[in-house]
């Protein structure tokens, strides 16, 4: 398929505004582009309500609760939901857009959590506060309206990597997580996969960034294929939540989120892969520019509301 009209125009804006840049981004720069990008996601999907809530951790996590509207107290299905940004950008309000859309569309309650970002606080912060919002909001599922057996963990980017780390960390607690939902998921940090080579540059998130983004998350000792960042090397991934996973045709990371979903089906996980033709790194954050990508979120979410279901 052709890359849809809508995103090259929008790809051709971003590249005509970085013109004249020379070398890797820096890091006010990432941060800069992921509160940019927050300005595209187009109208905000309607929800019942915001809750703000402190959990575990290091200082205590923020979290947001986004309730769907016509939800009452009683239990619903939650995500524990991570924003991307690279380990080192994004938080709640960059991606407050994209977990109201998860919450109205997916008929669910998104518990979305701040996590200490690098490089000021490099790994495992993030993963240990990934590891501490699931276990404050599955050992209090009443505070946070959540039907404890019907609680996954969620992300974008490298907030889903740091979703599959805490669920792989998480197995064989009760009761076991339900789910995990990967947008355009990191796998491997430093992924050699054909996608990473196709798209390196020019498709939202390039190689070079990719390389930035390690080189602020990672420590002293920590390779790129360490299981606790490249869940896609793990050969142990039986017992892990089904999973629903999206990727993008155009993005990067498509190949790796792809893999993940042929590793889990072999291992016996259910594993539904939805791969959106035409589509970009991110796609479901940019409703305001590329409208395809509206319909794209709601298949999003009728995949949730099956799951659920089941």
Request: glycine share 12%; charged share 20%.
């Amino acid at each position: 398929m052709a890359l849809d009209r809508r995103a090259r125009r929008f790809l051709d804006f971003l590249a005509a505004s970085a013109r004249g840049r020379d070398g890797a981004p820096s890091l006010d720069d990432l941060r800069r582009a992921s509160a940019d990008l927050a300005a595209f996601a187009g109208p905000a999907s309607p929800v019942e309500r915001r809750d703000e809530r402190v959990g575990d951790g290091e200082g205590g996590l923020a979290l947001r609760i986004y309730s769907p509207l016509g939800s009452s107290g009683a239990p619903l299905p939650a995500l524990v939901y991570f924003h991307g940004g690279g380990w080192v950008s994004g938080s709640l309000e960059t991606h407050d857009p994209i977990c109201a859309a998860l919450a109205a569309r997916g008929g669910c309650r998104i518990v979305s959590a701040s996590y200490r970002l690098a490089p000021e606080l490099r790994f495992p912060a993030a993963l240990d506060d990934a590891l501490a919002a699931v276990r404050a909001v599955r050992a209090n599922p009443g505070r946070f309206g959540v039907d404890p057996l019907r609680l996954g963990v969620g992300g974008d980017s490298a907030g889903a990597n740091l979703a599959v780390a805490a669920a792989r960390a998480l197995r064989g607690g009760e009761p076991p997580l339900a789910l995990q939902l990967l947008l355009c998921p990191v796998m491997e940090p430093l992924g050699r996969t054909p996608s990473r080579s196709e798209f390196a540059s020019g498709y939202l998130i390039e190689e070079a960034t990719m390389r930035r983004y390690w080189d602020h998350y990672r420590v002293d000792g920590l390779a790129p294929d360490d299981l606790r960042v490249a869940p896609l090397r793990a050969n142990d991934l039986a017992g892990m939540p089904s999973a629903l996973i999206h990727t993008a045709e155009f993005d990067p990371l498509r190949d790796e989120g792809e893999l993940y979903a042929q590793a889990l089906a072999g291992h016996g996980v259910a594993a539904q892969l939805t791969r959106h033709v035409g589509m970009i790194h991110h796609f479901y954050g940019l409703g305001g520019v590329i409208p395809a990508a509206e319909a794209a979120v709601a298949r999003i979410g009728e995949g949730l509301r099956v799951a659920w279901r089941s």
